[in-house]
């Protein structure tokens, strides 16, 4: 029996409706891929596995360039104040021996005169005009202007001392302009000429000082009455540097002459005169900061950093040894707002170092990196941006990072932008190196005792 013609149009449009409502079975997870929940920005967090680090990657070695100018300013005035020192030392040698003097000059009746005349001077300052000069000798007796001129330096410091007595502090190094000392064994030496200076004694000392907060004694090699020969302990260490000292010449009778205005300049290098790397150990969190000058900063600024100083070969990303590591990454639970964590962003990080002791400047960093390992057949690596580093002129080192993850690749047809083995992140260490001081600690500016006794064996002390 025929059914009619109406019935048979009747299932043949239903039959999509019937079918639709049979349920399919899932296809199998492609190998490796644990099930996860897909959802868009405002449904909430994706589920994510533990992501796979690869070994630990090495950039190159980045040395500061505008660290190099300060420095070389400073070495070439204490190389000019030791040549000086030298001419100068040269010349007082002939001087002694041209006045038949073998032992330092006692100069008791000077001594005494200086006493009776003037009280304790003051801390004294730049020469007055006239102190020394033709003016103040031109009346004597065959001292003319020009032959004054002519006469030895040495000569001229003890006619000079000869028209005022006054214990006072003349020149230093040659120079009447106040001097920088160091303990650097390359420029460690120094002459001070002046009046009065008595003769040799245990009283007779010369110091450096700035208020209740710093003094360091001199060695003295060698005490006449115009003039000394001395050098600064070239072991000193675990100071920092120090501004408007105040230098005294103490005379056997305990009288002072005192001029004001010198530096110093702490040592750099270690018992041989060879220049001292210092490897920081730390950097204070609040000197580290995301670069928020960035077009994408809004973006960027909602990823964290765990930040750890020194690093840690215990946690993830598991690099020993560095002054610090940065992970970045995007925590799941704080998915909100319009911006897309799973959208791959790079960034770049500051260090600051502006905020070290006086005297210290960065020299030069270099950074240890871990890429994310897809190491799955039906895993691919996304990235976005490059490991690197640029020091600033201001001291600040910039670390370009790279952002990371893991894409499920979908058999043979190709990368589904919203399939993700992990969140995107990025994983790196730095270790930066800084010049100063030495044995001296570049954040709080306390003396490092090992150091310090480091460089005391060195000069067998």
Request: aromatic share 10%.
């Amino acid at each position: 029996m025929h059914k009619p013609l109406w019935i048979t149009a009747m299932a043949l449009l239903l039959a999509p409706l019937v079918f639709s409502q049979v349920p399919t079975a899932a296809p199998p997870p492609l190998k490796g891929v644990q099930p996860q929940t897909h959802a868009s920005n405002s449904s909430g967090p994706r589920a994510f596995g533990k992501p796979k680090l690869g070994p630990p990657k090495t950039g190159r070695k980045i040395a500061n360039p505008y660290a190099v100018p300060h420095n070389a300013a400073i070495i070439a005035v204490l190389q000019r104040q030791k040549q000086a020192a030298d001419a100068e030392a040269a010349q007082m040698k002939i001087g002694v021996h041209a006045a038949g003097q073998s032992q330092p000059a006692p100069g008791p009746a000077a001594n005494s005169r200086n006493i009776a005349h003037p009280p304790n001077p003051n801390i004294q300052k730049t020469p007055a005009a006239g102190t020394i000069g033709p003016e103040r000798v031109s009346g004597a007796p065959g001292n003319s202007p020009s032959s004054y001129s002519q006469l030895h330096p040495l000569d001229t410091t003890v006619l000079t001392c000869s028209h005022d007595t006054t214990m006072r502090i003349l020149k230093v190094s040659g120079e009447a302009a106040p001097a920088t000392f160091t303990p650097d064994v390359r420029y460690n030496f120094y002459t001070i000429s002046g009046c009065s200076f008595g003769e040799p004694s245990s009283n007779a000392k010369v110091y450096i000082y700035e208020g209740n907060t710093f003094r360091q004694d001199f060695v003295v090699q060698e005490w006449h009455d115009n003039w000394i020969k001395l050098n600064l302990n070239p072991a000193l260490s675990g100071v920092l540097e120090q501004d408007n000292l105040t230098l005294v010449v103490q005379r056997a009778d305990g009288k002072q002459a005192s001029k004001g205005g010198f530096k110093f300049y702490a040592a750099r290098t270690n018992g041989k005169g060879e220049p001292i790397e210092v490897l920081l150990s730390r950097i204070p969190k609040q000197y580290f900061s995301l670069d928020a000058f960035r077009p994408d900063y809004a973006a960027t600024s909602a990823w964290k950093a765990d930040y750890t100083s020194p690093s840690t070969p215990s946690a993830s990303p598991f690099l020993a040894g560095l002054t610090a590591e940065v992970t970045w990454a995007f925590p799941p639970h704080e998915l909100s707002g319009n911006f897309d964590p799973y959208v791959l962003r790079s960034g770049d990080d500051y260090y600051d170092f502006r905020h070290m002791q006086p005297g210290f400047a960065p020299d030069s960093a270099w950074m240890e990196w871990v890429d994310i390992a897809c190491d799955d057949g039906n895993l691919v690596a996304d990235t976005k941006g490059k490991f690197d580093l640029e020091w600033t002129n201001d001291n600040r080192l910039r670390v370009f990072w790279t952002g990371e993850i893991c894409k499920v690749h979908n058999g043979g047809f190709g990368v589904q932008s919203d399939d993700f083995q992990q969140s995107p992140g990025s994983m790196y260490g730095v270790n930066v190196w800084v010049t100063g001081p030495r044995c001296v600690d570049p954040w709080n500016g306390t003396p490092e005792p090992g150091c310090i006794n480091d460089i005391k064996k060195q000069l067998g002390q």
